[in-house]
């Protein structure tokens, strides 16, 4: 088997004058013994000889299933792995790495647990990490986050610097988990409510998001050109989307799947009407990525494109989501009596709103634009519409996600079960005479005759089997076991 131990105190061969293994220049110097000659694992030395057998044996083993992950691999401390080998392999979408990028440094490296060796972190500086994001952000973010942290030392795994994933093998250790929540759909009247509570030049948003199930982004990026009037439908093709920095770029829908939604003619007539009042504004943007590129493919991949935008600022910008959120939604939530506006705190704070133009409310993030596109799917599930059709109107990956997210919007959903057990209940208790007859020890009964002929059929065919019965008060056979 390879791998074997080395002396470096003594020489290897023994001296032909004195018979003895003399001393070496090394002699008192460093480690004396060193583990060497396994493939493909470094070497290692060590002080006592035992502790050389027990690493050599152990590595040997390993080696042998594939498994050796070299200790001092894991030496390097979480924020250093993260920030040289994990987030420079990263290929995400723009958002997406931003929005883990932001979590990851906010929440994981800027933690005492950040600062750990890899192979440190056990159960004990899980659990610490664990409470003191609790402290930080909700149930929900934290699930998020320890997703993010699951994954980076899956990576670490994968690179052989652990052995084993610490968020998957601590039992102790249980991620945040949210409660299950029921997404919740509009009424007509709260619909109408909040919509005339938006300036009317943005009033098709809403018209879009609850007639269309579109979301914000598809909303904020869809052009004259993507609707159909003469077929009926929209074509959703792009959304806008925008940087934390405030870079706009135009890219893909959520998955990069597009879909085609129909139109409805009340839809389609208030869309006319919008094209005419507002018309649509011409808006050059990047496409999928607002960085400036630094080789000729991404320069052709992130070319700008030019768009006819449906809707556009006043001075025929394009719109940012969040000031949309802060100056016509929330305000919107608030006329319609969802949320309420908190006033400021002192002068300082008063000033500071009034300076950004923004202003504090009550928590509101189950009230976002995405309500709209929850009321457009439970308006055609509980028409009876086709889960499969609602799921590519939506533009989920699966109609799975579909059922998951809005199951309890169809019509009668386990209706027909309880119905089906409610007549269990409503059936007579008493079996009718008929039954009784059927099912009594007299129904089963058999003639002496036929019974011997039976059994000597079923002993002529050689099974093995034992056969217990009794004489009846009638002359018949009452069988009561038979082992086979």
Same mark, same amino acid.
């Given at each position: 088997?390879?791998?074997?131990?080395?002396?470096?105190?003594?020489?290897?061969?023994?001296?032909?004058?004195?018979?003895?293994? !003399?001393?070496?220049?090394?002699?008192?110097?460093?480690?004396?013994?060193?583990?060497?000659?396994?493939?493909?694992?470094?070497?290692?030395?060590? !002080?006592?000889?035992?502790?050389?057998?027990?690493?050599?044996?152990?590595?040997?083993?390993?080696?042998?299933?594939?498994?050796?992950?070299?200790?001092?691999?894991?030496?390097?401390?979480?924020?250093?792995? &993260?920030?040289?080998?994990?987030?420079?392999?990263?290929?995400?979408?723009?958002?997406?790495?931003?929005?883990?990028?932001?979590?990851? =440094?906010?929440?994981?490296?800027?933690?005492?647990?950040?600062?750990?060796?890899? =192979?440190?972190? $056990?159960?004990?500086?899980?659990?610490?990490?664990?409470?003191?994001?609790?402290?930080?952000?909700? &149930?929900?973010?934290?699930?998020?986050?320890?997703?993010?942290?699951?994954?980076?030392?899956?990576?670490? &795994?994968?690179?052989?610097?652990?052995?084993?994933?610490?968020?998957?093998?601590?039992? %102790?250790?249980?991620?945040?988990?949210?409660?299950?929540?029921?997404? =919740?759909?509009?009424?007509?009247?709260?619909?109408?409510?909040?919509?005339?509570?938006?300036?009317?030049?943005?009033?098709?948003?809403?018209?879009?998001?609850?007639?269309?199930?579109?979301?914000?982004?598809?909303?904020?990026?869809?052009?004259?050109?993507?609707?159909?009037? $003469?077929?009926?439908?929209?074509?959703?093709?792009?959304?806008?989307?925008?940087?934390?920095?405030?870079?706009?770029?135009?890219?893909?829908?959520?998955?990069?799947?597009?879909?085609?939604?129909?139109?409805?003619?009340?839809?389609?007539?208030?869309?006319?009407?919008?094209?005419?009042?507002?018309?649509?504004?011409?808006?050059?943007?990047?496409?999928?990525?607002?960085?400036?590129?630094?080789?000729?493919?991404?320069?052709?991949?992130?070319?700008?494109?030019?768009?006819?935008?449906?809707?556009?600022?006043?001075?025929?910008?394009?719109?940012?989501?969040?000031?949309?959120?802060?100056?016509?939604?929330?305000?919107?939530?608030?006329?319609?009596?969802?949320?309420?506006?908190?006033?400021?705190?002192?002068?300082?704070?008063?000033?500071?709103?009034?300076?950004?133009?923004?202003?504090?409310?009550?928590?509101?993030? !189950?009230?976002?634009?995405?309500?709209?596109?929850?009321?457009?799917?439970? &308006?055609?599930?509980?028409?009876?519409?086709?889960?499969?059709?609602?799921?590519?109107?939506?533009?989920?990956?699966?109609?799975?996600?579909?059922?998951?997210?809005?199951?309890?919007?169809?019509?009668?959903?386990?209706?027909?079960?309880?119905?089906?057990?409610?007549?269990?209940?409503?059936?007579?208790?008493?079996?009718?005479?008929?039954?009784?007859?059927?099912?009594?020890?007299?129904?089963?009964?058999?003639?002496?005759?036929?019974?011997?002929?039976?059994?000597?059929?079923?002993?002529?065919?050689?099974?093995?089997?034992?056969?217990?019965?009794?004489?009846? %008060? =009638?002359?018949?056979?009452?069988?009561?076991?038979?082992?086979?």
């Amino acid at each position: 088997m390879a791998g074997y131990i080395e002396d470096r105190w003594l020489n290897k061969l023994k001296d032909a004058t004195t018979g003895r293994r !003399e001393r070496t220049e090394r002699w008192g110097k460093g480690k004396r013994y060193k583990v060497s000659g396994i493939p493909g694992v470094r070497g290692r030395s060590f !002080e006592v000889l035992e502790d050389a057998k027990t690493w050599l044996a152990q590595a040997q083993t390993d080696a042998r299933r594939a498994e050796f992950v070299d200790p001092r691999r894991g030496d390097m401390t979480l924020s250093e792995y &993260v920030r040289t080998q994990f987030l420079p392999g990263r290929t995400d979408k723009l958002t997406t790495y931003t929005t883990m990028e932001s979590k990851v =440094r906010n929440h994981i490296l800027g933690l005492p647990i950040g600062s750990l060796s890899l =192979r440190r972190i $056990d159960a004990a500086a899980l659990r610490m990490w664990k409470a003191e994001l609790l402290t930080r952000v909700d &149930v929900a973010t934290a699930e998020v986050i320890w997703t993010h942290l699951s994954t980076i030392f899956q990576a670490a &795994v994968d690179d052989t610097r652990l052995l084993r994933n610490p968020c998957r093998v601590h039992a %102790s250790v249980r991620p945040p988990k949210t409660k299950e929540k029921k997404v =919740r759909a509009w009424s007509r009247q709260i619909v109408d409510a909040v919509r005339t509570g938006v300036q009317p030049r943005y009033r098709i948003a809403v018209d879009l998001g609850v007639g269309a199930g579109l979301r914000q982004g598809e909303v904020l990026g869809l052009a004259e050109e993507d609707i159909d009037f $003469d077929r009926m439908v929209i074509h959703v093709r792009r959304q806008l989307r925008a940087t934390n920095s405030g870079a706009f770029y135009f890219c893909l829908p959520k998955g990069d799947k597009t879909r085609t939604v129909q139109l409805t003619p009340n839809l389609a007539a208030r869309l006319r009407d919008h094209i005419a009042a507002f018309p649509p504004k011409v808006v050059e943007l990047p496409w999928d990525n607002p960085e400036a590129p630094t080789t000729d493919l991404e320069a052709r991949q992130r070319a700008p494109i030019a768009v006819p935008l449906l809707l556009t600022t006043t001075y025929g910008n394009r719109i940012y989501y969040r000031t949309f959120n802060d100056r016509t939604w929330k305000p919107a939530l608030l006329g319609a009596g969802l949320i309420e506006k908190i006033a400021p705190a002192d002068a300082k704070e008063a000033a500071r709103q009034k300076r950004l133009h923004r202003s504090r409310w009550t928590p509101s993030r !189950e009230l976002g634009f995405h309500c709209l596109r929850h009321t457009f799917a439970s &308006v055609q599930l509980e028409a009876g519409e086709s889960i499969v059709t609602v799921s590519q109107w939506l533009g989920h990956s699966t109609p799975t996600i579909t059922l998951e997210r809005y199951a309890h919007f169809m019509p009668g959903a386990g209706a027909r079960g309880m119905a089906a057990m409610d007549a269990w209940f409503e059936a007579p208790t008493t079996p009718p005479p008929l039954l009784l007859s059927k099912f009594s020890p007299a129904g089963f009964s058999l003639s002496a005759s036929t019974a011997a002929l039976q059994l000597k059929a079923m002993q002529g065919s050689k099974a093995d089997m034992k056969v217990k019965y009794k004489e009846t %008060s =009638r002359g018949g056979l009452a069988v009561n076991v038979i082992e086979c």
